[in-house]
Structure formats: structure tokens, C-alpha cells
Nanobody, 124 residues
Framework: QLQAYGGGLVQAGDSLRLSCAAS????????MGWFRQAPGKERVFVGA????????SYADSVKGRFTISRDNTKNTVYLQINSLSREDTAVYHC???????????????????WGQGTLVTVSS
């Protein structure tokens, strides 16, 4: 079970760190992804991280501003967002990929487990 939190109302230019906590003892077995869904739009890939945190992948639109990390001792994955803009307003979801491959997938359908999202609203 996954639960994202840390969202809220922020000002443009601010930074924010989202967290996603997982229950269970197999968190380190899963690759983790972050997605976001803006109002009226489809859910899209933001980034992903490998099981040990050594490899990350990002959507081109967020490269340089978003950073994904994880702490397997805390069963938690993080999404650091810098220089927030109104275009970052969305519900942010974390998801787990249980496939036994090193490839970091970007598709919504590639992730088997999803948590409830956390809303980030950026005001100008």
C-alpha cells in the first residue's frame, strides 16, 4: 500500500518535497515512479527510480527541477520539486513497478500499485 503526502498550496518559485510511504517489507524490491495529473488532463510520467536508488529517469519537461530519491530503510520515496510554476499544479501520484527488469518504465500501465495522490497547487 502506498500513500503520497506533502502537497499543498505554494507560491511560484518555491520548492516542495513530496513523500510516498509504502507498507510492507518488500519496498526495496520495487522500482518506483512518480506521475502527475493536472486538472482535466491525463496522468503523465514525471520520473522513476531503480530499486537501490542508483538510477533515475525523468520526463524531459521536469529535468533539472525534479529529483527523485528513496530511503529503503524507511520504505519511502521522495520527489523534490524546485522552482515551482503554475504548470506544476497537479495531483502527484507514486506507483510501484514489480517487474523483474532494470528498465525504468514511463507508462501508467507499467505500474501495478498506486497510492492516493497528493495535490500540489501553485499560485503566482
Amino acid at each position: 500500500q502506498l500513500q503520497a503526502y506533502g502537497g499543498g498550496l505554494v507560491q511560484a518559485g518555491d520548492s516542495l518535497r513530496l513523500s510516498c510511504a509504502a507498507s510492507g517489507s518488500t519496498f526495496s524490491h520495487y522500482k518506483m515512479g512518480w506521475f502527475r495529473q493536472a486538472p482535466g488532463k491525463e496522468r503523465v510520467f514525471v520520473g522513476a527510480i531503480s530499486r537501490n536508488g542508483g538510477t533515475t529517469s525523468y520526463a524531459d519537461s521536469v529535468k533539472g527541477r525534479f529529483t527523485i530519491s528513496r530511503d529503503n530503510t524507511k520504505n519511502t520515496v521522495y520527489l523534490q520539486i524546485n522552482s515551482l510554476s503554475r504548470e506544476d499544479t497537479a495531483v502527484y501520484h507514486c506507483a510501484a513497478d514489480r517487474t523483474n527488469t532494470k528498465f525504468l518504465f514511463t507508462g501508467v500501465d507499467d505500474y501495478a500499485s498506486w497510492g492516493q495522490g497528493t495535490l500540489v497547487t501553485v499560485s503566482s
